[in-house]
């Protein structure tokens, strides 16, 4: 069972990248799938979460209306868009899933049970 995040890289402030979650060796249609992200020598933060069948997406303040959240069931796949990037958005991005979940908030990292192995974005001029 695995998740393998890809989309990362290095872009300037303002621009765009979306992130991809493939799960193989189980059908991610039936888990819920969070986002998170660490920074050099900061805790991990959750950044999103959906809900298996993509009804509920819940945002952290600090990226509410730059990112969406959205999955694609029939490809195993969840992405993460993230627009007007900004040099605190740099960390290694991680994805989760979790058969967990409460409508209209996210699960705690410690709920999940599955993680991949990260993809680093890079936001600088």
């Known amino acids: 069972l695995q998740l393998a995040e890809s989309g990362g890289g290095l872009v300037q402030p303002g621009g765009s990248l979306r992130l991809s979650c493939v799960a193989s060796g189980f059908t991610l249609a039936y888990y819920n799938i969070g986002w998170f992200r660490q920074a050099p020598g900061k805790e991990r933060e959750g950044v999103s979460c959906?809900?298996?069948?993509?009804?509920?997406?819940v945002y952290a303040d600090s990226v509410k209306g730059r990112f969406t959240i959205s999955r694609d069931n029939a490809k195993d796949t969840v992405y993460l868009q993230m627009n007007s990037l900004k040099p605190e958005d740099t960390a290694v991005y991680y994805c989760?899933?979790?058969?967990?979940?409460?409508?209209?908030?996210?699960?705690?990292?410690?709920?999940?049970?599955?993680w991949g192995q990260g993809t680093q974005v890079t936001v600088s001029s």
């Open positions: 959906i809900s298996s069948s993509g009804g509920d997406t």
């Open positions: 989760a899933s979790t058969v967990r979940g409460r409508w209209g908030t996210c699960p705690a990292a410690s709920e999940y049970d599955f």
